[in-house]
């Protein structure tokens, strides 16, 4: 922009997802030096998803470092950087390939502040392509959240829109411990949202009523909450209020949220793509259990991804969560 | 004797047939003109195959594919080196490999148009699935040379990945664990110059693949990939080593990825025409058609009805492809386990009762 030109700054972008990633990266590279982002591609291709586009050209490669293929290095060597001073975001291209680094995510970066007294912490996010639906190729689909919320230490955010990626995501780059950051791909592209020009924070532990409701509680995560508003809405022509809850981070879980919703409709129904068994549903239906057994009308419903290896394209369909799913599981609550 | 040198190491470069089709005579293989014309053959199907599966994948007919375009003397230089009873352990690119070894191309195509059924094909034990998480299956052919070398077998395992897999921890596993055990296992690499977006030059600071084999103690060689004589020639020698019980190699193919990374990409971001045009002339099919010609074993003639030929191949690999009866959706249950566990069950019940509803 040049020097005289007279601009006057918007207050609000229609943004996308992938969009909103890179200007919460960009901001936040803006407001602090020691903000770094290493990755496969992120450099001079901009990411496979484009969520680094032109971050390369605005801070340098000093800044923004196309790193060799090996994800173990890049989150190993990011602990170091964290250790010395930067605040490294890290992209793994797929959450199919996290896999290498999970032996320095598990055994290095979720136990650092803890084992150090408190002396050494890692202000390091990680950020991956997570979910199904787009016809990949494998292990480009898979929605592994539970091994990372199974692990202590680790900070889970997972957005479902543009806003909150943005200000989640900004908010995970000023955090003083590691979060693993998972990115909607299914959604990456598919709305456009007001979302504030200026930087802004969400902050993690609170979940976001998408819609209220008395009858039904759908709470859902990332790309199913789409899905569960689409049941909502089919429910809503029967004369079922359905709440919905987009829980926006599951790790710090706001548990209030949660429990408050499940007492005032008394029934829930969990939505997510990720395997049923061990998953983080089972996590939220124990803790309902637990803080709302008497309040509760039906027993809690799972509507989950199959307990099997991510199918290819040609079958992936019948996989993925959908709103007529989740319309049944209501409906099995309701007529309990 | 304070400092003394305690390794020394150097690593050859293999050519034998050159862009203008020229020969190094005596760097020659012995191939009759047989099978010189089964790789020519098979390089112009790994072509056609390559063009047509591009073409389905425009007409939403195919799913992501990760064309081979400009590594064909690579993969056939491997491919016609080998014997049925090795392993073929491929990564994603390897369709090529595959062709030659007689793989149906409907069945390959089947993989990748997102149908589990094309993964693994029965009438060919020792050739794995596709492994896409860079640098893995390193490992498992490691460990096929392994159990060949533990039982004494005459045979050995082709293990394939690219240069940008040579930055995984796997890799340096898998050629130390081949070292070791003296795995019958002969690496190979194929050096496209480019892992997505990331070229060769960012992957590492030294100049070649090959020369990281000293390393871990086994024998590495760079071979121009755009030739198929001395990728064949290379390949055969390890492969002999390997079967003899006499330790594993690693083969480094320089070669080029004439096309996008897969369908998904756009690689005018990243590289210029220039350079991939400078490849071009670098052409591993041309340059055996120029050798071919010069020797009088080939002509237009025979470049036509070759083409016609495998143009009528393809259409009707793709016809079989595509009049397969579609995959059940409830054969993603089937196979997780030998036996259907009591969640699966319920699971797929309540998915076929959606289905049938
Ligand atoms: C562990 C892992 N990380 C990242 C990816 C995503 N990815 C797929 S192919 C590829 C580049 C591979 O480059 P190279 O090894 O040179 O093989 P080529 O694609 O050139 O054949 C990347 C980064 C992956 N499949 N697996
Ligand atoms: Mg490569």
Redesign the interface.
């Given at each position: 922009m040049s020097a005289h030109a007279t601009t006057t700054t918007p207050q609000v972008e229609k943004l996308t997802i992938a969009q909103a990633v890179k200007a919460a990266l960009r901001q936040e590279m803006q407001r602090d030096e020691r903000v770094i982002i290493l990755g496969e591609d992120v450099g001079k291709d901009g990411g496979v998803f484009r969520a680094t586009e032109g971050l390369l050209d605005e801070f340098g490669e000093r800044r923004v470092m196309d790193t060799p293929l090996a994800e173990s290095g890049i989150v190993g060597t990011s602990v170091g950087l964290a250790l010395a001073g930067f605040r490294p975001v890290v992209e793994i291209q797929f959450t199919g390939f996290v896999y290498p680094a999970l032996n320095q995510l598990l055994a290095h970066v979720a136990r650092f502040r803890h084992r150090t007294f408190g002396r050494m912490h890692l202000p390091m996010v990680v950020r991956m392509p997570y979910g199904g639906g787009i016809h990949a190729p494998e292990h480009h689909s898979e929605s592994y959240e539970s091994i990372f919320l199974n692990t202590p230490g680790l900070k889970v955010a997972v957005p479902s829109n543009p806003y909150d990626a943005k200000g989640l995501l900004a908010a995970a780059i000023r955090d003083e411990d590691p979060v693993i950051f998972m990115e909607p791909k299914l959604i990456y592209r598919a709305f456009r949202q007001d979302v504030p020009a200026e930087p802004y924070t969400v902050e993690f532990g609170t979940a976001r009523v998408a819609k209220e409701g008395a009858n039904l509680t759908l709470i859902a995560y990332g790309a199913m909450v789409r899905v569960a508003m689409d049941a909502a809405e089919v429910l809503q022509k029967d004369g079922v209020s359905a709440e919905v809850l987009d829980l926006r981070t599951l790790n710090p879980l706001d548990k209030d949220a949660v429990i408050g919703s499940a007492r005032k409709t008394g029934r829930v129904v969990i939505v997510h793509e990720a395997p049923r068994t061990a998953g983080f549903g089972a996590e939220l239906s124990a803790l309902i259990m637990e803080h709302a057994l008497l309040e509760l009308l039906a027993p809690v419903q799972r509507v989950a991804g199959f307990d099997v290896t991510f199918p290819l394209p040609k079958i992936e369909g019948h996989y993925m969560p959908s709103a007529a799913r989740v319309v049944r599981a209501a409906r099995a609550a309701l007529e309990f | 004797m304070p400092r003394t040198t305690i390794y020394e190491a150097q690593t050859i470069r293999l050519q034998i047939l050159m862009p203008d089709g020229s020969v190094d005579r005596s760097l020659m293989p012995t191939v009759d003109d047989g099978q010189i014309l089964a790789l020519y053959r098979g390089m112009a199907t790994m072509r056609a195959v390559d063009e047509k599966a591009l073409k389905l994948q425009r007409q939403g007919r195919m799913?992501?594919w990760a064309p081979l375009r400009g590594q064909e003397a690579a993969q056939a230089g491997v491919a016609h080196a080998l014997e049925p009873e090795d392993w073929i352990v491929p990564a994603?690119r390897e369709m090529g490999v595959l062709i030659m070894r007689g793989v149906p191309i409907h069945h390959i195509m089947t993989?990748?148009?997102?149908?589990?059924r094309g993964a693994v094909h029965p009438d060919f034990p020792r050739i794995l699935p596709?492994a896409?998480?860079?640098?893995s299956q390193l490992l498992h052919g490691a460990g096929i040379g392994m159990a060949m070398e533990l039982r004494d077998e005459p045979h050995a395992a082709v293990a394939f990945a690219g240069d940008?897999?040579s930055?995984?921890?796997?890799f340096h596993e898998a050629l130390n664990f081949a070292a070791v055990f003296k795995a019958r296992t002969v690496f190979v690499i194929q050096n496209n110059q480019w892992?997505?977006?990331?070229p060769f030059s960012?992957?590492?600071v030294v100049s070649s693949i090959a020369q990281k084999a000293h390393a871990y103690g086994l024998p590495g060689i760079q071979v121009d990939g755009n030739d198929v004589f001395a990728v064949y020639v290379a390949v055969k020698e390890a492969l002999e080593q390997a079967r003899a019980g006499r330790g594993p190699s690693l083969i480094e193919a320089f070669t080029y990825r004439m096309g996008d990374h897969t369908t998904?990409?756009d690689a005018s971001?990243?590289r210029t025409k220039e350079e991939v045009e400078s490849w071009e002339a670098k052409s591993p099919i041309a340059r055996l058609r120029l050798f071919m010609t010069a020797q009088g074993l080939w002509d237009q003639a025979q470049e036509e009805n070759l083409r016609t030929e495998v143009e009528g191949l393809i259409e009707e690999e793709v016809r079989l492809m595509e009049s397969r009866a579609?995959?059940?959706?409830g054969?993603?249950?089937q196979h997780?386990y030998a036996d259907l566990p009591w969640?699966?069950k319920e699971?797929m019940e309540s998915?076929q009762a959606?289905?049938a509803s």
């Amino acid at each position: 922009m040049s020097a005289h030109a007279t601009t006057t700054t918007p207050q609000v972008e229609k943004l996308t997802i992938a969009q909103a990633v890179k200007a919460a990266l960009r901001q936040e590279m803006q407001r602090d030096e020691r903000v770094i982002i290493l990755g496969e591609d992120v450099g001079k291709d901009g990411g496979v998803f484009r969520a680094t586009e032109g971050l390369l050209d605005e801070f340098g490669e000093r800044r923004v470092m196309d790193t060799p293929l090996a994800e173990s290095g890049i989150v190993g060597t990011s602990v170091g950087l964290a250790l010395a001073g930067f605040r490294p975001v890290v992209e793994i291209q797929f959450t199919g390939f996290v896999y290498p680094a999970l032996n320095q995510l598990l055994a290095h970066v979720a136990r650092f502040r803890h084992r150090t007294f408190g002396r050494m912490h890692l202000p390091m996010v990680v950020r991956m392509p997570y979910g199904g639906g787009i016809h990949a190729p494998e292990h480009h689909s898979e929605s592994y959240e539970s091994i990372f919320l199974n692990t202590p230490g680790l900070k889970v955010a997972v957005p479902s829109n543009p806003y909150d990626a943005k200000g989640l995501l900004a908010a995970a780059i000023r955090d003083e411990d590691p979060v693993i950051f998972m990115e909607p791909k299914l959604i990456y592209r598919a709305f456009r949202q007001d979302v504030p020009a200026e930087p802004y924070t969400v902050e993690f532990g609170t979940a976001r009523v998408a819609k209220e409701g008395a009858n039904l509680t759908l709470i859902a995560y990332g790309a199913m909450v789409r899905v569960a508003m689409d049941a909502a809405e089919v429910l809503q022509k029967d004369g079922v209020s359905a709440e919905v809850l987009d829980l926006r981070t599951l790790n710090p879980l706001d548990k209030d949220a949660v429990i408050g919703s499940a007492r005032k409709t008394g029934r829930v129904v969990i939505v997510h793509e990720a395997p049923r068994t061990a998953g983080f549903g089972a996590e939220l239906s124990a803790l309902i259990m637990e803080h709302a057994l008497l309040e509760l009308l039906a027993p809690v419903q799972r509507v989950a991804g199959f307990d099997v290896t991510f199918p290819l394209p040609k079958i992936e369909g019948h996989y993925m969560p959908s709103a007529a799913r989740v319309v049944r599981a209501a409906r099995a609550a309701l007529e309990f | 004797m304070p400092r003394t040198t305690i390794y020394e190491a150097q690593t050859i470069r293999l050519q034998i047939l050159m862009p203008d089709g020229s020969v190094d005579r005596s760097l020659m293989p012995t191939v009759d003109d047989g099978q010189i014309l089964a790789l020519y053959r098979g390089m112009a199907t790994m072509r056609a195959v390559d063009e047509k599966a591009l073409k389905l994948q425009r007409q939403g007919r195919m799913g992501t594919w990760a064309p081979l375009r400009g590594q064909e003397a690579a993969q056939a230089g491997v491919a016609h080196a080998l014997e049925p009873e090795d392993w073929i352990v491929p990564a994603f690119r390897e369709m090529g490999v595959l062709i030659m070894r007689g793989v149906p191309i409907h069945h390959i195509m089947t993989y990748w148009v997102g149908d589990s059924r094309g993964a693994v094909h029965p009438d060919f034990p020792r050739i794995l699935p596709t492994a896409v998480p860079v640098g893995s299956q390193l490992l498992h052919g490691a460990g096929i040379g392994m159990a060949m070398e533990l039982r004494d077998e005459p045979h050995a395992a082709v293990a394939f990945a690219g240069d940008g897999a040579s930055s995984e921890g796997d890799f340096h596993e898998a050629l130390n664990f081949a070292a070791v055990f003296k795995a019958r296992t002969v690496f190979v690499i194929q050096n496209n110059q480019w892992a997505i977006s990331v070229p060769f030059s960012k992957q590492t600071v030294v100049s070649s693949i090959a020369q990281k084999a000293h390393a871990y103690g086994l024998p590495g060689i760079q071979v121009d990939g755009n030739d198929v004589f001395a990728v064949y020639v290379a390949v055969k020698e390890a492969l002999e080593q390997a079967r003899a019980g006499r330790g594993p190699s690693l083969i480094e193919a320089f070669t080029y990825r004439m096309g996008d990374h897969t369908t998904a990409d756009d690689a005018s971001r990243y590289r210029t025409k220039e350079e991939v045009e400078s490849w071009e002339a670098k052409s591993p099919i041309a340059r055996l058609r120029l050798f071919m010609t010069a020797q009088g074993l080939w002509d237009q003639a025979q470049e036509e009805n070759l083409r016609t030929e495998v143009e009528g191949l393809i259409e009707e690999e793709v016809r079989l492809m595509e009049s397969r009866a579609p995959l059940e959706p409830g054969s993603m249950f089937q196979h997780m386990y030998a036996d259907l566990p009591w969640n699966l069950k319920e699971q797929m019940e309540s998915l076929q009762a959606e289905v049938a509803s």
